[in-house]
């Protein structure tokens, strides 16, 4: 069994693929999204864990179109706060720091920290976790990386602030991936995509399947249908599983509303992480 | 009167002003949709022209959290068609390139004339109008930037390769912003931002309220409710204008089963540009 994730060692997808797969899980960190999908999709015993949603920011769209275009399960999700502290080389002091490294979004997410900092050089790169790895790898020592505690402790940085991040209540959504589905006696929440015919109110009717059945719609999102402009893919997450009966007739009442309809995966709720 | 946009001279979203404002407008180029949105907002006669949605990578989330941030209203709408085009300074030959530069998106837009391209460096630039003026600027005739044809025409450059774009269905779909909203008689199409109360089907009967009274919705987009994990925020385009009686009483009803409610404007629609 492996698990592939998008990222470094040290990024918040290895916390949650540990969290999800156990912490002795063998991993594979990959370069891209993309990746993530393939390696999942064709290596056998092969799983994957990304990241679908944050809570400040919102859904990660790739992740969604993804999803689409691959013929994986979810089999589960984890919700991890994201907590983001300020990192350098043992000895380093924030006096020395002329440069701060970080993931653009994890920099967004620390704004009124970075705009604290007097005379630095605040420096987007592809990674949080690869930013700290750099910091290690060059020995920089008048530069600091912004990520998480997994990667001060993986890449040998000391902590010099701690959340920084400017909004606490801040967690990301990630979905555990398998190319065969999880048992949907044990889902609690299921996830479907599906795209309507191009009439007035099929929106309203697709989701009135659920809601006559009074089966609780989570979230919905909607991705552009490529080559159709102005028509949409729509993804939402409901309570309960396939495998009750009720969410059966819905989704066969769905059917009879859409043009395509698939079930991504029914799968227990994930509790959030306290800390 | 003046327009800002984001982008340098000869971005899409200048184009968009002009088709929209009239050709011969006063534009204020701005380095940021934030700068764009606070620029319309604080001065006397200005607009602000923002894309708002790809019909191949979809809704750009950041202009809806602007939307609600800023007090302005959504007077008017442009859909263009994205054609790209690889550009170059006058005499130098697809032989002769040995690096690309553009937006991020736009190489993903011409990913299959990209990877055609054999021992060349593709370099993400903040912008397809940008790369095409730092061509310009350093007399670069080792490179070419991907851009529009107006960007060719604003700084000089020959295009080399003609609509290089990978899917030539491939529109974007802007928004004319302006501190006064429009003539809602006139308008054909009502923008709508809401929260639905945190209960089981608080969405399908907030939606109800248009469907019911047969008003067609033609889009929805969802983005986090922040500071309330896991909730969220709903945009929602309708056909009808606000100064009608039926989507006077809709909206009304909106109010009842909603947290909060906002109309961003009622305006007409646009037609998509042919070419």
New interface residues.
């Given amino acids: 069994m492996i698990v592939a994730y998008q990222g470094e060692l040290g990024a918040f997808s290895e916390e949650a693929a540990r969290l999800f797969f156990g912490r002795a899980v063998p991993l594979a960190p990959r370069k891209s999204f993309k990746d993530v999908f393939r390696f999942a999709a064709t290596h056998r015993a092969s799983y994957g864990m990304i990241p679908i949603?944050?809570?400040?920011?919102?859904s990660i769209?790739q992740n969604y179109d993804l999803l689409l275009k691959h013929k994986l399960h979810i089999i589960g999700e984890v919700k991890l706060r994201v907590q983001l502290h300020l990192m350098a080389l043992p000895g380093v002091s924030l006096r020395d720091v002329r440069s701060v490294y970080s993931h653009a979004q994890a920099l967004g997410q620390c704004d009124d920290f970075v705009r604290s900092l007097r005379r630095v050089n605040v420096v987007a790169y592809y990674d949080t976790a690869g930013a700290a790895k750099m910091i290690r790898e060059r020995d920089r020592r008048d530069a600091a990386a912004i990520a998480s505690a997994r990667a001060a402790t993986t890449y040998g940085l000391r902590i010099v602030r701690r959340n920084i991040e400017s909004?606490h209540?801040n967690?990301t959504?990630f979905l555990a991936l398998s190319r065969k589905p999880a048992d949907a006696r044990r889902g609690r929440k299921t996830s479907i995509v599906f795209a309507v015919k191009d009439a007035?109110?099929a929106?309203?009717k697709a989701?009135?399947v659920?809601?006559l059945r009074?089966i609780?719609?989570?979230?919905?999102?909607?991705?552009?249908l490529?080559?159709?402009?102005?028509e949409?893919l729509f993804y939402v997450d409901v309570e309960g599983s396939a495998a009750e009966k009720r969410m059966q007739q819905a989704l066969s009442h769905l059917d009879e509303l859409t043009t395509f309809a698939r079930v991504l995966g029914s799968y227990p709720f994930a509790g959030?992480s306290k800390d």
């Fill in positions: 949603e944050n809570s400040v920011y919102g769209h909004n209540r967690y959504r007035p109110g929106l309203f989701l009135a659920f809601a009074e609780n719609m989570l979230k919905i999102e909607s991705r552009p490529v080559g159709r402009p102005w949409y959030t």
